[in-house]
């Protein structure tokens, strides 16, 4: 595909050091280290304090700066490369303790792109979030000056945002938090879609893992209402929903909402290299001091330049327009389907290509939503189940109108076709599949 083509073909001009990444400033060869370390000073957070050097290129244990001045690394990145340079990839040695010539550009380029005055670099999805909660707290204890170890984040019930300890102190999802307690303290819950019970937010713009769902309509208008009202930060998870997934850059412009806070992920490394990110503006950023949050890998060279990449094949071959015409499409066939087969499907649900179908588990019992998985994939069709009755739609924003098709056929093949044979072939008395436990936070049942 075009998007992967363009990446791979980023990524072995990086290896050559290639620094023509098309962004709105370059930086070339004749960039000089105090320009480079400038633009990473405007535009990235400063949790580093890096010794002035940037790193250009690297063979074995020596590196050289933009002015070809030499050096011998007696660091290697705190121990993250081990190896020969040269036997990896040249110049794409992390340098946490000094600066890198590709950094800045995704810095400038991410920022303008999105209209915030600063990025953290993180990885992983789960990191954008940790960092997020981080950036949120800190601000809390210096802005608004809530008293030690009081601050408080509010989020929704259903949202899942990560595994790691601190991210599922906030879930609702039993599979993610039983065995793992105690969790850590400071976190509320509210129901999803109730403005009114919203006075600090946390939360997805819209619920991926929970099934596809959708806020009422002015919902997050609402919420940044709240937020600015009462002095607290909004923060939107965009790590699934952004990016063009739902039809818009971000699910949040659907209803013109700018959040403090924007956390991006999973695409902006376009399924090469992890990569994810946490915008904020500088009132906020700068609550983060050198030393206080950071990550061996953020913002590395190489991750850099895929994610510049990533971001403009959305841009060039407008992805988002794409979602959107292609979402409504797919939208439609399904409505199709559940017009023909109204005892299976429940509901349809979704804004561009982020699509969930959500089944009546009474009447697919004894089946299960990850049988009727494994028969879409024996027809060709790879989506998998959410909480057993939801089925996720989330096809590459490059799909096209006969894939959509196909795609469409297959669902309703295995609900006409393979279900009714599936339950002949279950026992008269099967156990039919679980339901849906209670939330072990809020006494409820959340998903189902």
């Given at each position: 595909m075009a998007t992967m083509r363009q990446v791979q073909c980023l990524m072995r001009r990086v290896c050559r050091g290639s620094r023509n990444y098309g962004v709105a400033t370059q930086l070339n060869a004749s960039s000089s280290s105090q320009t480079i370390i400038d633009k990473e000073y405007q535009h990235s957070a400063h949790n580093y304090h890096p010794i002035p050097i940037v790193f250009a290129q690297a063979?074995?244990?020596?590196?050289?700066?933009?002015?070809?001045?030499?050096?011998?690394?007696?660091?290697?990145?705190?121990?993250?490369?081990?190896?020969?340079?040269?036997?990896?990839?040249d110049g794409g040695r992390k340098a946490i303790a000094f600066y890198n010539d590709r950094f800045p550009l995704f810095a400038e380029y991410v920022t303008t792109m999105?209209?915030?005055?600063?990025?953290?670099?993180?990885n992983t999805g789960a990191e954008g979030v940790e960092t997020a909660m981080k950036l949120a707290r800190k601000w809390?204890?210096?802005?608004?000056?809530?008293?030690?170890?009081?601050?408080?984040?509010?989020?929704?019930?259903?949202?899942?945002?990560g595994r790691t300890l601190g991210v599922i102190s906030m879930s609702c999802d039993n599979e993610a938090t039983r065995g793992f307690g105690p969790l850590m303290p400071g976190h509320l819950k509210v129901d999803f879609g109730d403005a009114e019970a919203l006075e600090r937010i946390f939360k997805e713009p819209i619920q991926g893992e929970a099934g596809v769902k959708i806020p009422p309509d002015g919902y997050l208008k609402a919420v940044r209402d709240l937020c600015s009202k009462y002095n607290v930060l909004m923060i939107a998870d965009e790590i699934q929903t952004g990016l063009a997934r739902t039809g818009k850059m971000l699910a949040c412009e659907w209803e013109d909402v700018r959040p403090d806070v924007v956390i991006l992920g999973?695409?902006?490394?376009?399924?090469?290299?992890?990569?994810?990110?946490?915008?904020?503006?500088?009132?906020?950023?700068?609550?983060?001091?050198?030393?206080?949050?950071?990550?061996?890998?953020?913002?590395?060279?190489?991750?850099s330049a895929v994610a510049i990449a990533s971001l403009q094949v959305i841009k060039d071959e407008r992805l988002a327009e794409r979602s959107a015409q292609m979402g409504e499409e797919l939208l439609q066939q399904l409505h199709k389907i559940q017009q023909k087969h109204p005892n299976h499907v429940k509901e349809v649900r979704g804004r561009g290509l982020f699509v969930g179908v959500e089944l009546n588990s009474e009447s697919l019992s004894p089946v299960s939503g990850f049988e009727l998985s494994e028969k879409l994939k024996e027809r060709g069709v790879l989506a998998k189940s959410t909480h057993d009755t939801i089925i996720r739609f989330t096809p590459p924003l490059c799909i096209s109108h006969d894939e959509i098709q196909e795609g469409s056929k297959a669902l309703a093949d295995v609900l006409e076709i393979d279900l009714p044979k599936l339950k002949k072939m279950k026992p008269k008395d099967a156990t039919p599949p679980a339901a849906p436990s209670a939330c072990d936070r809020c006494g409820r049942v959340v998903y189902g």
């Open positions: 063979k074995g244990s020596a590196v050289w700066d933009p002015e070809g001045n030499k050096y011998i690394d007696f660091l290697s990145g705190y121990s993250a490369v081990n190896q020969n340079d040269a036997q990896m990839i999105f209209g915030y005055d600063m990025v953290l670099p993180m809390g204890y210096e802005k608004k000056r809530i008293p030690n170890n009081e601050a408080l984040i509010v989020s929704c019930c259903g949202c899942f945002n999973k695409a902006l490394g376009g399924g090469i290299i992890p990569v994810s990110a946490v915008l904020a503006d500088k009132d906020v950023m700068l609550c983060i001091k050198p030393g206080q949050h950071g990550s061996t890998f953020g913002g590395n060279p190489l991750a």
